[in-house]
Structures are given as structure tokens and as C-alpha cells.
């Protein structure tokens, strides 16, 4: 056969068997482009390969298969990609309710009384050592300014010094906490 009689076999064939075979192929992907590209590469590949198909197969058969094969490939990439979209929709619903339930436990005075006892602990670390024990001492263990004074062996006054000293940097370290 030569190229011409090849090409108008082609045509006729595929004039012939375009719209069956893509009512065939639309009643498995459910539309009608991917339909019409699963026959177009049906035929295309039927044409490619006509050389190798012996004289005697069903050339219809063999291009029907193809479309077959064409529309099991894009329903099992269609299925794939429903698998995927299922799993991140469950993922996101899960990392959803997660966020629910850590929100719901939140205590927001926890939060807060954390955040402040670690601004405290970081600005007692911050000024004198004199400074930050004296705090320590009247605060954390209720001891008066004369017993501090007479523990460390200073004046009452300079015990009171050094408490306004250090109140004064802590009001200014949490004024976003406190009115």
C-alpha cells in the first residue's frame, strides 16, 4: 500500500468508528474531551505502529482495545489523584481538630503567668547579682528588709534601695502585662 491509500484507509477508519468508539470511551471517564484525546491517541498510536499489526488482525478490535486501555489509565489516574486529595482533606481535618482541642486547653492566665515569671527570672538575671538577691530574699523568701539587712550585713535603707531599684526595672520589663 502506498502512503495516499494508508492515508485515506485512515481517514475512512477513522470517520467511521470516531463517534462509537468515543460514546464508548465518554461512558467510562464521563467527558467528553477526555473521550475525544483517548481516541485521538488511540488512532495516533494505531498509526504509529500499523507496520507491526499483522494483515489479518481487527483493526477496529486493536484501536477499541487502545481506547480501553487510554480510559483504565485516566480512571486510575483519576482515582489516584481522588486518594490524594482524600488523604490531605483527612490531614487538614486532622491538623484542624488538633488546633481545636490545643485551643481548648489553652489557659491564657498559664500562658501569661509563664511568660511573666520568665521575664522576671531573665531581668533578676539581668541587673547586679547585690540587687537581684535582695529581691530574691524579700519576694521568694518573705524576709523582711531588717533581716535582710542584718543577714548581708547593710543598712535597712540600702536593702530598700536596691528592692525599688529592681521593681523599677521590672515594672518597666513588664509594662506590656500590667496597666
Not at 486547653?105 to 500562658?111: H, Q, V
Request: glycine residues 2%; hydrophobic residues 35%.
Amino acid at each position: 500500500m502506498n502512503d495516499t491509500s494508508d492515508i485515506e484507509t485512515f481517514n475512512r477508519l477513522f470517520n467511521e468508528l470516531k463517534g462509537r468508539f468515543t460514546r464508548f470511551a465518554y461512558s467510562y471517564v464521563r467527558n467528553w474531551s477526555v473521550a475525544e484525546d483517548c481516541i485521538a491517541d488511540a488512532f495516533l498510536y494505531y498509526w504509529e505502529n500499523r507496520s507491526a499489526i499483522p494483515d489479518d488482525s481487527n483493526i477496529s478490535f486493536y484501536i477499541l482495545t487502545i481506547v480501553k486501555h487510554k480510559c483504565l489509565n485516566y480512571l486510575k489516574h483519576v482515582k489516584i489523584r481522588q486518594d490524594a486529595e482524600k488523604q490531605m482533606q483527612e490531614n487538614a481535618e486532622w491538623e484542624l481538630h488538633t488546633r481545636i482541642l490545643a485551643l481548648e486547653a489553652c489557659e491564657p492566665s498559664e500562658l501569661f503567668n509563664n511568660e511573666v515569671q520568665r521575664i522576671v527570672e531573665k531581668t533578676l538575671q539581668s541587673i547586679s547579682g547585690k540587687s537581684s538577691r535582695i529581691f530574691i530574699m524579700s519576694r521568694y523568701h518573705n524576709k523582711s528588709n531588717k533581716e535582710i539587712a542584718a543577714a548581708l550585713k547593710i543598712s535597712v535603707k540600702t536593702v530598700e534601695s536596691h528592692i525599688t531599684k529592681t521593681l523599677k526595672v521590672l515594672r518597666r520589663n513588664l509594662s506590656d502585662y500590667f496597666p
